[in-house]
């Protein structure tokens, strides 16, 4: 008798969500790599598509206390600005 492994929803979720975050990066992949403009708006299409769907599982999670996100303070959002910008600045 096979007894089939038993997932709990946040375990499931957690599957989901690495797995959507794979697929992201696979068609970030494909759509850098592709020189079809024609496959690059399909990769596109689903890139967004996919990306909907994992921040829906994400924001599921964080709802459920199943994903802990900590607000950044406002002198590291700054800092980041201040960074980001330097870094646009040099590439002129």
């Known amino acids: 008798m096979n007894q089939q492994?038993?997932?709990?929803?946040?375990?499931?979720m957690q599957d989901i969500l690495a797995t959507e975050k794979q697929v992201i990066s696979a068609?970030?992949?494909?759509?850098?790599?592709?020189?079809?403009?024609?496959?690059?708006?399909?990769l596109v299409e689903n890139f967004n598509h996919t990306q909907d769907i994992q921040y829906k599982?994400?924001?599921a999670m964080?709802?459920?206390?199943?994903?802990?996100?900590?607000?950044?303070?406002d002198n590291e959002v700054q800092l980041a600005k201040n960074k980001s910008n330097q870094m646009m600045?040099?590439?002129k």
């Open 62 to 73: 964080r709802q459920k206390g199943w994903y802990q996100v900590k607000d950044a303070e």
């Open 5 to 12: 492994p038993s997932f709990s929803e946040q375990e499931l």
């Open 57 to 59: 599982v994400f924001e």
């Open 27 to 42: 068609y970030s992949t494909g759509i850098t790599e592709s020189s079809c403009q024609n496959l690059r708006n399909v």
């Open 89 to 91: 600045n040099s590439l």
